[in-house]
Nanobody, 124 residues
Framework: VQLQASGGGLVQAGGSLRLSCVAS????????IGWFRQVPGKAREAVAC???????YYDDSVKGRFTISRDSAKNTVYLQMNSLKPEDTAIYYC???????????????????WGQGTLVTVSS
């Protein structure tokens, strides 16, 4: 299983970015996908997750600004990030798991597969 995250970069506060996570080596429709972020010295935290049925979880800090979606034809999960804030600066990782249930989506330890991360920097 491989997860390839991309789309990070430098953006000014109020701007937008779209992250992509391309999955290979798995039956994409059978997996939940989560986006997590981490800054140095802090634990990895869930940002937005989507299960195989399309149900979603969003952290309160990104509700109304971020949207997660999945495209089965492309084996890709997207994270559209709008109205970015400096506190959104982090390395963003995507992760996949086959057996995770809705109530566990936000729990990083439940995910079996992780991508390499993409850096998002939001300047003030």
């Amino acid at each position: 299983v491989q997860l390839q995250a991309s789309g990070g970069g430098l953006v000014q506060a109020g701007g937008s970015l779209r992250l992509s996570c391309v999955a290979s080596g798995l039956s994409f429709d059978d997996y939940a996908i989560g986006w997590f972020r981490q800054v140095p010295g802090k634990a990895r935290e869930a940002v937005a997750c989507i299960d195989k049925a399309g149900s979603t979880y969003y952290d309160d800090s990104v509700k109304g600004r971020f949207t997660i979606s999945r495209d089965s034809a492309k084996n890709t999960v997207y994270l559209q990030m709008n109205s970015l804030k400096p506190e959104d600066t982090a390395i963003y990782y995507c992760a996949a798991d086959k057996s995770i249930i809705l109530s566990e989506l936000r729990n990083a330890v439940q995910y079996d597969y992780w991508g390499q991360g993409t850096l998002v920097t939001v300047s003030s």
